[in-house]
């Protein structure tokens, strides 16, 4: 629903002067439907669980809808525009004060999952800024993320450690995330590491996502004018801690033939979480951890780049 949401709000503001009036107020009201029925839930008493799961990926995904819904018709309906707007805005300040305590940049649904849920959350952290309604861009945890995405790519950039859950390859992008960051962290290093995965990938596609369905986010954050900022064995360690996350990876380089060993032995929430969650901070009183594996003491093995020992995966039993 929120996908379909997002989409129909994104068209209607493209094709706005394309349409007549009765197609316009069709349109409009179809929207405003739809975002009616996100909202309600975000105000109910017993809301669906991705209302306060400010850990979990559908969070930011049906936040990011009804915000885009909010913007392609405000002008038609501005008081219900500005209660979805309100409750985007309180909701984005939440999982981002969760995050700037989560101070290595990961998260605990992993790799895939983690570039499901921030295709979305740097859409909202994006229209948010540009609209002067809040200004994440100074978060730890965004600064830090690249390393996530780099660290967590298995050599050759083609696919990606798998703890938590996944299918081993990216959930979305991850091009146009590492552009964004990269405006944010003006560094060099994503655009380059969003070539190396280009060449990798191919015309290949994250999983289950259609050829071109990130075009347009690439399209609006890549920079010409970021100078590509080349990774060797020499300019960055192979190894990487990931306190919060638990995990330690190690690299004998950047190439597809490169050895590569991870080791995993932390909380399924992530250490800030779980000890939130310990003292009782209603900001994680219904954090949703479907997506992290109780996969501690894990650990894979690609001698060479090959395939050796690998990690749990998504079809793979959690308990």
Known sequence: GAHILFGFSVAFDLLHSEFNPAE???????????????????????????????????????????????????????????????????????????????????????????????????????????????????????????????????????????????????????????????????????????????????????????EGSNLLFEFLWHDPNIEPRPITRGTSPGFHYFEDWGVVTFRRGWSQNDTFFSFKSGDPAGEAVWRMMLGGDARVAATNVSHSHPDAGSFTFYPKGQDFLAGPLYPKPKR
């Open 24 to 210: 316009r107020e069709n349109f409009a009201r179809r929207i405003k439907q739809q975002a009616d029925l996100f909202y309600k839930e975000t105000q109910a008493r017993k809301p669906e669980f991705w209302t306060t799961s400010y850990t979990n990926n559908h969070n930011y995904i049906n936040h990011n809808a009804l915000l885009n819904a909010a913007l392609a018709v405000e002008d038609v309906y501005p008081r219900e525009a500005k209660q979805w707007i309100d409750q985007c805005v309180r909701n984005t300040e939440l999982v981002m004060e969760i995050r700037s305590a989560i101070g290595d940049g990961s998260t605990n649904e992993g790799v895939m999952y983690g570039t499901y849920g921030s295709h979305a959350l740097f859409a909202t952290l994006e229209l948010l800024h540009e609209h002067k309604l809040a200004d994440h861009f100074g978060n730890r945890w965004l600064t830090q993320h690249f390393n996530f995405l780099l660290h967590g790519s298995l050599p050759g950039f083609q696919r990606v450690v798998s703890y938590a859950d996944g299918h081993g390859t990216y959930g979305h992008g991850p091009r146009h995330l590492l552009y964004f960051l990269d405006r944010v962290m003006r560094d060099g290093r994503p655009t380059w590491v969003a070539q190396r995965i280009d060449d990798a990938l191919g015309r290949q596609q994250p999983y289950g996502k259609p």
